[in-house]
């Protein structure tokens, strides 16, 4: 049966939408989006007053601060009404541009500050809302979500203290491993996914890419990834790859086997252009390696696509690798924060996701499904029709 459409159903509540300050950009975007769409629907369709009482208004954004005492201690103040309200709550917790002051000195923020001002707000809402949806592009701590050994099981440990504070379900995007979600079985966890804004916006940048077996490949950086590798290979009818670490075992060096070797699994890259996909970059040091190796086998072109672009040690590594040809370009998305000098550099390409939550976001304000959002696969298949007729 089929779904229903979000824009021909009635609004589970009145929408509300909290940026954190480390989102404030892509929160501006994604509500002059949402305001823009309902204006418009308007006037295409024939709802009664009380189904549109808030599709007029030009502002869904909820006005709050999270002030900070002399010793670092915050809290955290919403200004207005949400009595009753659908809110959203979008917040990136690696945002390390976002700074406070702590005894007359400027602090940057750590992922554990964003988290605790995360659940700051929720406190702050008292239990009013209708429904608390957490959107959290970077799953926190999402790194930290097995236990090999007496470790912190940090991940899980987080979500089950969202959900213990009435947070409804937590959306988030390419999770490093989705079965995180196991810890919370009954709250809603949705992982999108941004295959088909990458596939678009590398077609786009690349309208000469000729995508077919011959000419083009797919190369997962480590086994951890082999399986978002496969997905893409498979919609676009290509080859896929994968390198892996052969380490010697009976030395450590820093909490760390040393690496012997970088072994691929994977048919020749000879004269193909290559796309590495996996979801961060932090040093860049895997990547790296790997596009090194890749152009050692003689690869035509390797461009490297990453939903996060975190950049932990900063791009003078990259700027290095390109000048030396190691790669010739590298996607991120606007999911997590990007220095502001990475967009002038001639091999960067930016992903702007604002349209994409957006869409999520009035999707389940209308409580309706996102099955349709979560499977791109035909909206993919008709990109690659339209780059194969031209």
Known sequence: MASRN??????????KIVAMGNCKE????????ICSRRKEALHTSNKPDFMTADYDIDNYLVDFDVPRFGTGEGRAIINESIRGCDLFIISDTVNYHESYDMRGKCTQMSPDDHF?????IIMACSGQPRRITVIMPYLYEGRQHLRLINESLDCAQAMQ????????TIITFDAHDNRVQNAIPNHGFDNFFTSYQFISEILHTHPSLQ??????????????????????????GVDMGMFYKRRDYSVMIEGEHPVVSMEFLGNDVRGKDVIIVDDMIASGKTVLEVATELKKRDAASVIICVTFGLFSDGIKRLDDAYQQG??????????????????SKPYYHNVDLSRYIALIVDTLNHDTS?????????????????????
């Not at 979000?6 to 929408?15: I, N, T």
């Not at 605790?116 to 700051?120: F, P």
């Open 211 to 236: 995508v077919d077996g011959d000419h083009l490949m797919m190369v997962s950086p480590d086994e951890g990834g082999m399986r978002r590798a496969v997905y893409y290979a498979n919609l676009l």
């Open 326 to 343: 190691i790669f010739d370009s590298i996607y991120t998305t606007n999911l997590c924060y990007c220095p502001k000098e990475l967009f």
């Open 6 to 15: 979000f824009q021909d159903s009635m609004p589970l509540a009145p929408l």
């Open 116 to 120: 605790m001002d995360l659940k700051r």
């Open 26 to 33: 892509i929160g501006e975007k994604v509500n002059d989006i």
């Open 370 to 390: 996102v099955n349709e959002i979560l499977d791109a696969t035909s909206r993919i298949q008709e990109l690659l029709d339209q780059h194969a007729s031209r």
């Open 161 to 168: 203290e969202l959900v213990a504070m009435g947070v409804e």
